[in-house]
């Protein structure tokens, strides 16, 4: 069982919105940052957000994170077939001193 | 740009060892932490290890503490990860991570491709 607690799975349709949530505790998430990946089918998880609402470099606008206290949410505007893969958020645990991770939500594009 | 390139995993009966090492370029490997994170078929993600710049300081989740050891050798650019006494329960895709700075902390930028342990008799 993940540390960080995700939705198995989210759906939607082209142009929708949609929102994967992620819970923690005051260890991890409500005392420091939470960062979400996405892992496309067969390949490695790419840094999608990093420092609860930042992207990297290339990653389309169409994705944000927010967070409140001890929960995360990425949210996917204007979906798209190339969303559909696998994501999941992560936090540094302070109390574990490690870092810890939902247990990943597939997100499908109906 | 960063490149992380695995090797190492294979096919392993239970109770035995294996050693997987991480090629890393593209970045000045010797001030960065490093990790291992691991993929269970189908499953989330687990923090396997870490290690810091000087390879003094580590961390074991505590699945694998007493049967798996980190090392780096910074003069090569490579992260190593000895395995042993493993278990099936341990089959796993491993990626080899860049840390963002010096201590463990920092977050997980840059992924390897991923070796696959699979174990089993």
Same mark, same amino acid.
């Given at each position: 069982?993940?540390?960080?607690?995700?939705?198995?799975?989210?759906?939607?349709?082209?142009?929708?919105?949609?929102?994967?949530?992620?819970?923690?505790?005051?260890?991890?998430?409500?005392?420091?940052?939470?960062?979400?990946?996405?892992?496309?089918?067969?390949?490695?998880?790419?840094?999608?957000?990093?420092?609860?609402?930042?992207?990297?470099?290339?990653?389309?606008?169409?994705?944000?994170?927010?967070?409140?206290?001890?929960?995360?949410?990425?949210?996917?505007?204007?979906?798209?077939?190339?969303?559909?893969?696998?994501?999941?958020?992560?936090?540094?645990?302070?109390?574990?001193?490690?870092?810890?991770?939902?247990?990943?939500?597939?997100?499908?594009?109906? | 740009?960063?490149?992380?390139?695995?090797?190492?995993?294979?096919?392993?009966? &239970? $109770?035995?060892? =294996?050693?997987?090492?991480? +090629?890393?370029?593209?970045?000045?490997? %010797?001030? @960065?932490?490093?990790?291992? !994170?691991?993929?269970? &078929? $189908?499953?989330? =993600?687990?923090?396997?290890? +870490?290690?810091?710049?000087?390879?003094? %300081?580590? @961390?074991?989740?505590?699945? !694998?503490?007493?049967?798996?050891?980190?090392?780096?050798?910074?003069?090569?650019?490579?992260?190593?990860?000895?395995? %042993?006494?493993?278990?099936?329960?341990?089959?796993?895709?491993?990626?080899?991570?860049?840390?963002?700075?010096?201590?463990?902390?920092?977050?997980?930028?840059?992924?390897?491709?991923?070796?696959?342990?699979?174990?089993?008799?």
């Amino acid at each position: 069982q993940s540390v960080l607690t995700q939705p198995p799975s989210a759906s939607g349709t082209p142009g929708q919105r949609v929102t994967i949530s992620c819970s923690g505790t005051i260890s991890n998430i409500e005392n420091t940052d939470v960062y979400w990946y996405q892992q496309l089918p067969g390949t490695a998880p790419k840094l999608l957000i990093y420092k609860n609402r930042h992207r990297p470099s290339g990653v389309p606008d169409r994705f944000s994170g927010s967070k409140s206290d001890t929960s995360a949410s990425l949210a996917v505007n204007g979906l798209r077939s190339e969303d559909e893969a696998d994501y999941f958020c992560a936090a540094w645990d302070d109390s574990l001193s490690a870092w810890v991770f939902g247990g990943g939500t597939r997100l499908t594009v109906l | 740009d960063v490149k992380l390139v695995e090797s190492g995993g294979g096919l392993v009966q &239970p $109770g035995g060892s =294996l050693r997987l090492s991480c +090629a890393a370029s593209g970045f000045t490997f %010797s001030v @960065y932490a490093m990790h291992w !994170v691991r993929q269970a &078929p $189908g499953k989330g =993600l687990q923090h396997v290890s +870490a290690i810091d710049p000087n390879g003094r %300081s580590t @961390y074991y989740a505590d699945a !694998v503490k007493g049967r798996f050891t980190i090392s780096r050798d910074n003069s090569e650019n490579t992260l190593y990860l000895h395995l %042993s006494s493993l278990r099936p329960e341990d089959t796993a895709i491993y990626y080899c991570v860049k840390g963002y700075y010096y201590d463990s902390s920092g977050y997980l930028n840059s992924w390897g491709q991923g070796t696959l342990v699979t174990v089993s008799s």
